[in-house]
């Protein structure tokens, strides 16, 4: 009897593991700086962001995709355009980096502003490090836009997609010169005026 119970529970277990959905901590990686609309929702920056807060990382979907969540309907929030979706101010030539909590092989990082890939980068299927970095050249696209960054893994048919807002060229704070210099200002004639390059 005592055996018969011991199998039940032994039974019990391993339907409960197939039951249970993998943990996110096994998931993949999202763009936080400039912070995506995935690091936004966790980091408590906008609200009502649905289960994207506690797993940022795992918007993993079909390659191909060109919308926020990567075609997930668990993760529809992030094409909310109704959302105080927080800009951050840059100029044209902006460092993306992506956190890795697995690090697949990839085959290439692209990145689109609207239907157009402003850049991509080859990396011919090897694995990348846990915090990979692209420096990325806006054109001539200014204002407020919104780039959907797409990792596409070598081994799969999937892609992971992050949506980050940005101000590009037109909020510059005036009190942080480094800042100005890196995003492409430089001072002009008077302390407080500055002009774009």
């Given at each position: 009897?005592r ?10 277990a391993?339907?409960?593991l197939?039951?249970?959905p ?6 993949h990686?999202y763009?936080n ?10 980091q408590?920056r ?10 940022p ?7 191909g995709q060109?919308n ?6 668990q ?6 355009e ?15 980096t992506?956190?890795?909590t697995?690090?697949h ?9 609207g239907?157009?890939?402003i850049a ?9 490090a ?9 054109g001539?696209?200014?204002?407020r836009?919104k780039?959907?960054?797409?990792w596409n ?5 999937m ?16 009190t ?6 890196q ?11 500055w002009?774009?390059?």
């Open positions: 009897m055996h018969q119970r011991a199998l039940a529970a032994v039974g019990l391993s339907l409960l197939v039951a249970l993998a943990s996110p901590a096994a998931a990686g763009v700086a400039p912070p995506s609309r995935q690091a936004d929702c966790a408590g906008v609200g009502d962001c649905g289960p994207i807060v506690w797993e990382q795992s918007v993993e979907g079909p390659k060109k926020c969540p990567g075609g997930l309907p993760f529809a929030q992030l094409s909310d109704t959302k105080a979706w927080p800009a951050t101010p840059v100029g044209r030539r902006v460092e993306f992506w956190t890795l697995a690090r092989a990839t085959t290439t990082w692209e990145y689109f502003i239907e157009t890939r991509v980068f080859d990396d011919h299927g090897g694995r990348p846990a915090t990979v970095r692209h420096t990325v050249d806006l001539a696209h200014t204002g836009q780039v959907l960054a797409v893994i070598a081994d799969t048919p892609a992971f997609y992050n949506c980050v807002d940005l101000d590009v060229g037109t909020s510059l704070r005036a942080d010169p480094n800042s100005r210099r995003a492409g200002w430089e001072p002009g004639t008077a302390p407080s005026r002009h774009r390059l």
